[in-house]
């Protein structure tokens, strides 16, 4: 049986945007009103809100249709992203209203990376403005290539077409440097009605489709597929008895035939197409868009988040990648910092390895960045924990965009597109070494541990460290120290205090201390490694129960008090930026295996303890 043809007008996914009172959601409200999307009851309640709350004085306040939270109505703002469903006879919508506030873009964002083409308001009064062109580059970042520019308030400005030229060309000149082609640009009065159902008598001089027309005309959703090949991301694997294991995803793109050769990524075996399982029947053959099960002629392990290919355009698999990052957390990106990254259906973990610039998007400037800030844009490298199968963002949105989400607090922190793989990363293989840990470890008669020791300056970490190293010496094993303030002497010499570094600086500790333990030996690590993210990233580099985290627990007035670097004092005079206890924070750990009292026990009885658990 082939694929049922669906007979129902084409879907069209679009999102309102631009600064703010700038009308989107009036533009809405009406073109629902005037397209007759509004029962009765709906229009007497729209009514009796707009006395209520409304801004229009006795006139209807559309923008109440769409600003649906207490807060939005009370302010007469959009916060959330306020979906719409409608329909003409031509074809079908979803309208996403996005807010236009600056601390919102990241709502923005999200009504982006799913429309197919973006309606762009500008006050005909105030022309293009820095968020007008900050949701532009969002629109060009997310893969919108079709804009209609509704030049809103024509009727504040009579009507004026020369006001309305000036603003098509500017926009027509950001669209240029964005690579925006398909742009159409409408003189419309959002709360007259001008130009949104059928052109207006108020502007003669106007020759082109009214926004609905515009709307009816764009490209679909989702266009005929190519045949160059099929990706079937797995969200789910199908056992619904104990003979049938079936294989369920959307279709991203192409044509799939019962019979096809496919490849499974990235395991990268190979097998054929035995069945397309819908729930009323088998199909022969489904396209792009489409939600299908499919099973497979021979056994293969295949999992959540693979992907089903077809062999003659299989996505690419990379572990590297060149991504272009929107930041959405109030907290800054710091590089080396690991994330979960979600892909389709699949999560691994990341990190950023390198920022190589942020770009204002008000200038398209390309800028330096130590770290990434609320709502800003930068192209980073980004490093995976194993390889995914992906295409780049601009072939295909869902094997090529991603979300990061912070491992403590599970927040979405990010969101992003794949540019492409990082080559280099593709030639770099393990080498294999006949001699391994265990060999190395029992020439030397010990078992290879980490001990991390944390806690604010002064505490008493590289004292205690001193006394573990001695005393480990005195029963004859093999240890060495790693201190903050040696190892920033020569490999940390380049970097700094602020967030960003401490992050590398540990980052770059924890590979050296994973070496050595490699290497058979005791590695003890004395640096006061603030941050809990980064003491669980270099934990987990380490096998179970091969890294020991020591809390040196030592209250801030009493670290101060042994001070004899005077280093508090010159914190406390401004002296030293960024210095832990008192200008940045210290994230205490939540479960060390040792936690020492250095306030109530000698540094001897301690290191004691420490040498005990070993």
Not at 333 to 338: A, N
Request: hydrophobic share 40%; net charge negative.
């Amino acid at each position: 049986m082939s694929a049922k043809i669906d007979t129902t007008p084409d879907l069209l996914r679009f999102i309102t945007c631009g600064s703010v009172d700038d009308g989107k959601s009036t533009l809405i409200g009406r073109l629902l009103r005037d397209s007759r999307q509004l029962a009765d009851d709906q229009l007497t309640t729209l009514a009796s809100d707009s006395r209520r709350l409304g801004t229009q004085g006795d006139d209807i306040d559309y923008a109440l249709l769409v600003d649906g939270l207490d807060a939005e109505r009370e302010q007469g703002i959009t916060i959330d992203v306020a979906y719409r469903h409608f329909r003409t006879p031509n074809r079908r919508f979803i309208v996403a209203d996005c807010p236009g506030h600056v601390q919102y873009t990241r709502n923005m964002a999200t009504g982006a990376s799913t429309a197919d083409l973006a309606i762009v308001l500008v006050d005909a009064r105030k022309g293009l403005l820095p968020q007008t062109r900050r949701h532009s580059w969002i629109v060009h970042l997310f893969g919108i290539r079709q804009v209609i520019v509704a030049v809103n308030k024509m009727d504040l400005v009579d009507y004026d077409e020369t006001i309305f030229r000036t603003i098509e060309n500017e926009y027509h000149a950001l669209a240029e440097t964005l690579g925006i082609h398909s742009i159409t640009a409408i003189p419309v009065s959002a709360l007259r009605g001008d130009n949104l159902i059928a052109t207006s008598a108020h502007t003669p001089w106007y020759t082109g489709p009214s926004l609905l027309q515009a709307l009816e005309d764009a490209a679909p959703s989702n266009p005929s597929a190519s045949g160059e090949g099929f990706h079937l991301p797995v969200q789910w694997v199908n056992r619904s008895s104990s003979d049938f294991r079936g294989y369920a995803g959307t279709l991203s793109g192409g044509i799939v035939n019962t019979g096809d050769e496919v490849v499974v990524l990235p395991s990268g075996k190979r097998t054929r197409l035995a069945r397309i399982v819908t729930a009323d029947s088998d199909l022969t053959s489904s396209e792009a868009g489409q939600a299908i099960t499919v099973t497979l002629e021979d056994e293969i392990d295949v999992a959540r988040g693979d992907v089903i290919a077809s062999t003659r355009n299989p996505p690419e698999v990379a572990d590297q990648f060149a991504v272009h990052l929107l930041w959405m957390n109030e907290a800054p990106l710091l590089p080396g910092r690991s994330y979960w990254l979600k892909i389709g259906a699949r999560t691994v973990a990341a990190s950023v390895t390198e920022i190589k610039h942020r770009i204002d998007v008000d200038t398209q400037a390309e800028l330096a960045a130590r770290e990434i800030g609320l709502n800003e844009v930068a192209v980073c490298n980004l490093s995976l924990a194993e390889a995914i199968p992906f295409t780049p963002y601009a072939q295909d949105r869902t094997l090529g965009g991603f979300i990061l989400i912070d491992r403590q607090s599970n927040a979405t922190v990010a969101a992003g597109t794949i540019d492409f793989a990082l080559r280099r990363a593709a030639n770099i293989h393990w080498q294999a070494i006949s001699i391994d840990q265990h060999v190395r470890a029992s020439s030397l008669g010990q078992v290879p541990r980490c001990v991390w020791f944390t806690g604010l300056s002064g505490s008493g970490k590289s004292t205690i460290a001193n006394l573990v190293e001695k005393k480990l010496q005195a029963l004859g094993k093999h240890a060495y120290i790693l201190d903050g303030d040696n190892v920033r002497h020569g490999l940390n010499r380049d970097l700094g205090f602020t967030d960003a570094d401490r992050v590398e600086n540990i980052r770059r500790v924890a590979e050296v201390a994973k070496l050595m333990t490699d290497a058979g030996l005791i590695v003890l690590v004395s640096f006061i490694s603030p941050f809990r993210a980064e003491r669980r990233l270099a934990r987990a580099l380490f096998g179970e129960g091969e890294f020991i985290e020591v809390f040196v627990d030592t209250p801030l007035e009493v670290a101060e008090s042994r001070d004899s670097k005077g280093l508090y004092a010159k914190a406390r005079a401004g002296q030293i930026p960024n210095f832990t206890g008192i200008d940045s924070p210290y994230e205490a750990p939540e479960a060390a295996e040792l936690n020492l009292d250095t306030v109530n026990q000698s540094a001897e009885s301690l290191a004691e303890q420490v040498v005990g658990r070993l």
